[in-house]
């Protein structure tokens, strides 16, 4: 079951108290229920000691993973909506109607000014040498003139952006970056230990951070050997976590999410990884079972 807390705080509490365990022997203490229904025990409101998912027996340490959401950003923008279209042309048409002189009329305007003087000037230039008897130089300068004038006259190329469907999305290469151009990428993975697709991830000790055991985990599933393959974590401080309730005496087990944004390079797996995929916005759900659970803290 997968449970959001709307509050960085809240987070940074349950994950403190999923990481000491155990009870607490103050003498003043505070049981307080969040909206998942978990109750934390809290030492006179300073310190969260023992985290309990009982209603009063005795606390278990739970199990603590973190997991690293990488993200790949877009590279261009979305192709424009119906309405957009037709936003931008109704802006153009008004554009025209009301300037008494377009933008392309006026830089032909200059141009045919610009080019007039230049003719003038060498045509007293031309007049000169031909009384002096240069008529081979006159008849280059001519050339060259004529030349100006046409290339003036010539309609500009209309430019014609690239398309954002590639061969890799008709062919649906989920191990290609050069796909889904216009939206985010997830990395989703597939390992020895788990045959189901998941989100990088580690379990955390005791001896280091979430940010620590989040780059852990992403140095586990990276075969890069080259150095290209580079990433950025953005904070220290997770953006969401599940909750995997136990249905036995095991613990329950906590992970905790921190987002990562892939700058350049591109992933080569390690002989752990048994498959991968970069999965758009759109299509998570078709991998992951909790993919509308994320939305609120990834996408838009």
Not at 9 to 19: I, K, Q
Not at 123 to 152: F, H, I, L
Not at 175 to 201: A, E
Not at 274 to 286: N, R
Request: proline share 5%.
């Amino acid at each position: 079951m997968a449970t959001r807390l709307g509050v960085r705080g809240g987070l940074l509490r349950v994950c403190a108290a999923a990481l000491q365990g155990g009870r607490s022997n103050a003498k003043h203490v505070t049981r307080t229920t969040n909206r998942a229904g978990m109750v934390m025990t809290m030492n006179s409101g300073r310190h969260v000691r023992s985290l309990a998912t009982g209603g009063g027996g005795p606390a278990t340490k739970p199990a603590v993973k973190v997991g690293v959401i990488l993200e790949r950003y877009p590279l261009s923008e979305p192709a424009l909506t119906p309405f957009e279209k037709k936003f931008q042309e109704f802006s153009r048409q008004m554009d025209e109607e009301k300037s008494a002189v377009s933008f392309e009329e006026y830089l032909q305007m200059l141009v045919e000014q610009e080019g007039g003087s230049k003719k003038k000037k060498k045509s007293k230039k031309s007049n000169q040498k031909q009384e002096q008897g240069e008529e081979q130089d006159s008849s280059a300068a001519t050339a060259t003139e004529q030349a100006a004038v046409d290339a003036s006259d010539t309609a500009p190329v209309e430019f014609e952006p690239a398309p954002l469907e590639t061969e890799d999305d008709r062919a649906h290469n989920t191990k290609s970056l050069n796909r889904c151009l216009s939206s985010k990428l997830y990395l989703l993975i597939k390992t020895k230990q788990s045959d189901v697709w998941h989100f990088p991830q580690l379990p955390l000790t005791n001896e280091e951070s979430i940010r620590a055991c989040a780059e852990n985990a992403m140095a586990t599933v990276n075969g890069d050997t080259t150095g290209d393959f580079e990433t950025y974590f953005i904070g220290n401080a997770p953006c969401y976590h599940t909750v995997n309730k136990s249905s036995n005496d095991a613990p329950d087990e906590y992970t905790f999410y921190l987002r990562c944004m892939l700058v350049q390079g591109a992933y080569a797996p390690t002989a752990d990884v048994t498959d991968y995929a970069w999965v758009p916005e759109t299509e998570l759900q078709d991998y992951i079972d909790n993919a509308d659970k994320f939305k609120h803290c990834l996408f838009g």
